[in-house]
């Protein structure tokens, strides 16, 4: 069964504490994706990953950063998080190619007060 | 870089019947691949079906298909026989030659299926 697992769904974090969101698939998948959502704005894509320590850098990195030390599970950190931070985090897997599939997880509700 | 527009933010009707959403795009790739996602009340985002520019056949997957028309960069979602089960936000998406750029979506369209 094709998953991608995202933990923990919900977070609750104050100003300045690290975050750090973990993502895992089974597809042996290569690259992987961190996107957040948020009302008006849809989905913006953050980092992604082709494969183990090959990052590369979305439409919106700043604040974020990302590890990738097996193929199958992918970090979002988020160092000192800010309250602009607040937002739906999803992760996403993908074979290789531009015509592949993204398949999601289920996200993390992220709340920075 | 690409640009994905879906114009209609709600759309509501009566289940059993259609319903089209429009998306339109912009980009400068000779070769580009378009999804459509679907965005449950759960939060839960889930792959519908996905047409290949360098086809000309519209692409159908169960009671989903597109109404693809290239020269208007249109990529138009109809689904047939509606149920309450498809109510939910719907997202339009592509993605260029240029692999590294990932999915550039559209904001949504929320769908409303009555009884």
Redesign the interface.
Request: hydrophobic share 40%; aromatic share 26%.
């Given at each position: 069964d094709m998953k991608v697992t995202q933990m923990p769904r919900y977070l609750i974090k104050r100003m300045g504490e690290n975050v750090l969101l973990e993502c895992g698939q089974d597809m042996s998948h290569e690259t992987m994706?961190w996107y957040r959502q948020d009302p008006?704005?849809?989905?913006q894509?953050i980092y992604?990953s082709?494969d183990v320590d090959s990052n590369?850098e979305?439409d919106i990195p700043k604040g974020y950063r990302v590890s990738r030390k097996k193929r199958e599970h992918f970090s979002l950190i988020l160092d000192s998080a800010k309250t602009n931070q607040t937002s739906?985090y999803?992760c996403a897997s993908s074979l290789?190619?531009?015509?592949n599939?993204?398949?999601?997880g289920?996200?993390t509700r992220l709340s920075v007060l | 870089a690409q640009k994905v527009t879906q114009t209609q933010t709600s759309i509501s009707v009566v289940e059993k019947t259609t319903v089209t959403m429009d998306c339109v795009y912009e980009t400068r790739d000779s070769s580009?691949?378009l999804?459509w996602?679907k965005q449950t009340a759960?939060?839960?985002?889930?792959?519908l079906i996905?047409q290949?520019s360098y086809k000309k056949e519209n692409a159908t997957v169960g009671h989903y298909s597109l109404n693809f028309q290239k020269p208007k960069s249109s990529i138009g979602l109809i689904i047939t026989a509606t149920q309450i089960e498809d109510s939910a936000v719907y997202?339009c998406a592509m993605?260029?030659?240029?692999?590294?750029?990932?999915?550039?979506?559209?904001?949504?369209t929320r769908v409303s299926v009555f009884p």
């Open positions: 994706y008006g704005l849809g989905l894509l992604i082709y590369s979305g739906v999803f290789g190619g531009s015509q599939t993204l398949y999601f289920a996200g | 580009y691949f999804f996602y759960s939060g839960e985002i889930v792959f996905r290949d997202f993605r260029g030659n240029n692999y590294a750029q990932g999915l550039t979506f559209g904001l949504g």
